[in-house]
């Protein structure tokens, strides 16, 4: 037995799919408009994951730039058939509903097929018995929207060779309520004599649930479960501390067993600056529908599973740059120019050239992060700056391109500066302004829930620059938007062609 921690992935990996090869699990999961896209991961305990790579890794891929943060690559679905693994998912921006495969799932994955007339969003892949392939989906009511977020689920025959669906669409099930809301996320199952389709319904915000429909005809007609939702978080209330629970998959073990993957948020005093992460629950069968997490009824800070636990993985606590390829977990902003990246692998640093955009801007500017995993943290650079007036380069903890927190070393009148600031919205909020000599400086981020002091190092001395931000505004309840936070280093020339560049010795990240 094992006793796995939720969640199974901390920190913004939302929209979790799953799939089981022998005792194998690969987990996938959205990524918006961060590059590269879908992060995979792979474990044989459901403990313990590994990242094993990312299913769009380049550009010819994905197409992400003039999207707003929170458009790009929305639900993707992940599926094995015969030897081939299928990733399907939604570029919201940049050419609607695709799919990719791989024989190996670290990769390489091939170009993407797009779906021509596959409408909606959130799509995913059904094999039934025979073979025949259907391509499962959302999009709005076809007999008319009648209000905001009237959706409906359908089922079209799909040629995974030739890229294109067959026949007609039908139309599967339009949720489990009475004026169902964003009926989105489906999944297709064909378990014992039924077919399943589950679906996430009520937005992916607090009223967020999981609901699920069976039938012994492919085309239906598909039943409500009784017991609809079988998973929702909205009657505890806002205080509890695992919220907007919704948005899961299914998979079956080597023996058996029964679990799910779904998106939930860990709150803080009301504010998810981390947004959506993985969770894992047991599922068991009663009268032929799931029953999640039974004698609970809840989502739970632990699952104890019938798996031996296998290797334990730890997430690195401090990156550095003597290797060429950069590591998985790194994640940069739209489609990133890759002659602003320069890792000098003999000398162990990263340098950023600078450019004109900022982070503001809706294309990659120079910034190269990872996702905040913790309410807690400790996050540190070092970098030796080579900049010039309207330059600057620094530290950055970003929920979008409208709502960050910098500290950063910029040159005033040939003298050089650490400064602070916030954006929020239309506002950009200085916080600190102090002068510093030339020369190598160290940031520390330390985030205490909603709260983050920000720190520098020079010359052997710890000086706070700021102290106990408030940073609720770095959550999606504020920001708003699909994404949790990141935290990383950047460069930027403000708007002119850049000249300068910063060397950076280590990105550093520990949880607390």
Not at 98 to 113: H, I, K, L, R
Not at 488 to 511: P, Q, R, V
Request: charged share 25%; proline share 5%; with cysteine.
């Amino acid at each position: 037995m094992t006793v796995v921690n939720n969640p199974i992935r901390p920190g913004y990996y939302p929209d979790p799919s799953i799939c089981a090869v022998g005792e194998d699990f690969y987990l996938v999961n959205s990524t918006f408009t961060y590059f590269p896209g879908v992060p995979i991961f792979h474990s044989k305990d459901l403990k313990n994951w590994r990242q094993i790579g990312n299913v769009l890794n380049r550009k010819s891929q994905i197409s992400l730039d003039e999207q707003w943060h929170s458009g790009g690559i929305f639900a993707p679905s992940i599926r094995y058939h015969k030897g081939i693994f299928y990733m399907i998912t939604t570029n919201v921006g940049g050419g609607g509903n695709f799919y990719v495969t791989a024989t190996n799932p670290a990769g390489p994955w091939s170009e993407p097929y797009f779906l021509k007339d596959a409408q909606g969003i959130d799509p995913s892949l059904f094999f039934d018995e025979d073979g025949t392939a259907y391509y499962v989906g959302q999009r709005a009511n076809s007999e008319g929207e009648k209000y905001w977020g009237d959706c409906e689920v359908w089922l079209q025959e799909i040629d995974l060779n030739e890229g294109k669906l067959l026949g007609e669409s039908k139309v599967l099930w339009r949720g489990s309520m009475k004026h169902a809301n964003w009926v989105e996320g489906p999944h297709l199952y064909k378990i014992g004599e039924y077919y399943y389709v589950m679906i996430a319904e009520g937005g992916t915000g607090f009223e967020h649930s999981i609901t699920i429909a069976r039938s012994k005809s492919l085309l239906g007609e598909y039943q409500s479960c009784p017991q609809n939702p079988i998973v929702t978080h909205r009657h505890f209330g806002r205080s509890y501390p695992i919220t907007n629970t919704g948005h899961g998959d299914l998979v079956q073990d080597q023996n058996g067993e029964w679990y799910m993957v779904l998106l939930a948020s860990r709150p803080k005093q009301g504010y998810c600056n981390m947004g959506r992460e993985t969770f894992l629950a047991k599922v068991e069968w009663e009268d032929g529908w799931p029953v999640v997490n039974p004698m609970e009824g809840c989502i739970t800070e632990t699952v104890t599973v019938p798996l031996e636990e296998r290797e334990t993985i730890f997430e690195p606590s401090c990156y550095h740059f003597y290797e060429k390829e950069w590591e998985p977990q790194f994640i940069f902003l739209h489609n990133p120019d890759e002659s602003a990246y320069e890792r000098r692998t003999g000398e162990g640093v990263l340098r950023l050239y600078a450019r004109k955009e900022r982070m503001d801007d809706l294309v990659s500017s120079t910034y190269a992060s990872i996702r905040q995993q913790h309410h807690c943290f400790r996050a540190s650079t070092r970098m030796r700056p080579s900049i010039v007036e309207s330059e600057e380069a620094g530290m950055a903890l970003l929920q979008s391109n409208e709502y960050y927190i910098t500290a950063f070393a910029c040159k005033e009148d040939g003298q050089t500066y650490v400064k602070a600031e916030m954006r929020k919205k239309e506002e950009r909020i200085s916080l600190a302004k102090v002068l510093v000599e030339e020369g190598p400086i160290e940031f520390v981020f330390l985030g205490e829930e909603e709260q983050v002091t920000i720190r520098y190092r020079q010359n052997g001395q710890d000086m706070l620059l700021v102290e106990k931000e408030d940073i609720t505004a770095l959550s999606t309840e504020v920001a708003g938007g699909f994404v949790g936070c990141t935290i990383g280093m950047y460069i930027t020339s403000n708007g002119k062609e850049g000249t300068g560049f910063a060397d950076f010795h280590w990105l550093s990240y520990e949880g607390k």
